[in-house]
């Protein structure tokens, strides 16, 4: 069965640097996400991606965070400055279409931030 | 913020138990999903309900719907250690908007 890709799995960087997080969602998807898990808590949206354009943010997507497809293949998260409360699993997912596709999730990339 | 409560938190049964889980909301959702999710791996999709009072059933699990669409619940029958992980419920208030997650449930089944 096709997967949704992440690189790294790990990453450990200092306080204030950038980092991105990059995903290769399913070829033939539509709709490209990105959520985060902070240990113990609660999976949480960050932003959806649809037509080269942000559809819908969360609060936590602030001017902090951008996101970008730079290719056919590669959908990106950038975190232009890192805080320590940034430290999280952040997980890229895809669809196919909108409504209520099912979501396909990567193994996530765990983000460290020191 | 629309809040998804799963109950319990955790859950600890013997091989051959039946178990169900909770996912309530004070909130109307247009549809709810169950993810399981393994340790360091993304959530895996299980089931989408859409309809209120809809049952949809895989292998031995069950799951259903509230009437009103606020809540949901999963049962699974003759639990076997294969089905131990982190059960999450996600719903969206619109289709095609972002998932609100639940904090899980984390079943454990020994043998």
């Known amino acids: 069965e096709p997967e949704v890709t992440q690189t790294p799995s790990h990453q450990v960087t200092q306080m204030g640097q950038e980092v991105i997080l990059r995903c290769v969602p399913i070829s033939n998807h539509l709709y490209f996400y990105w959520y985060r898990q902070i240990l113990g808590q609660k999976v949480e949206f960050l932003v959806s991606?649809?037509?080269?354009?942000?559809?819908?943010k969360s609060e936590i997507f602030d001017d902090q965070f951008s996101v970008e497809r730079p290719d056919g293949s590669n959908f990106t998260l950038k975190i232009r400055s890192t805080k320590l409360e940034d430290s999280a699993m952040y997980f890229c997912a895809s669809s196919r279409g909108g409504g209520n596709e099912k979501l396909f999730f990567g193994s996530g990339t765990q983000l460290s931030v020191l | 913020t629309q809040l998804l409560e799963q109950s319990p938190q955790f859950l600890s049964i013997q091989e051959g138990e039946n178990l169900t889980v909770y996912c309530n909301s004070s909130?109307?959702?247009?549809?709810l999903q169950w993810y399981r999710q393994e340790p360091g791996e993304g959530p895996v999709l299980l089931v989408t309900?859409?309809?209120?009072?809809e049952v949809k059933k895989l292998k031995r699990l069950t799951f259903q719907f509230g009437d009103a669409r606020k809540d949901s619940s999963l049962h699974i029958t003759a639990a076997q250690p294969g089905d131990t992980g982190l059960y999450l419920c996600a719903g969206a208030r619109q289709a095609g908007t972002a998932l609100i997650f639940g904090k899980g449930t984390t079943l454990s089944v020994s043998s």
């Open positions: 991606f649809y037509n080269n354009e942000i559809s819908e």
């Open positions: 909130s109307v959702f247009s549809s």
């Open positions: 309900v859409v309809t209120g009072g």
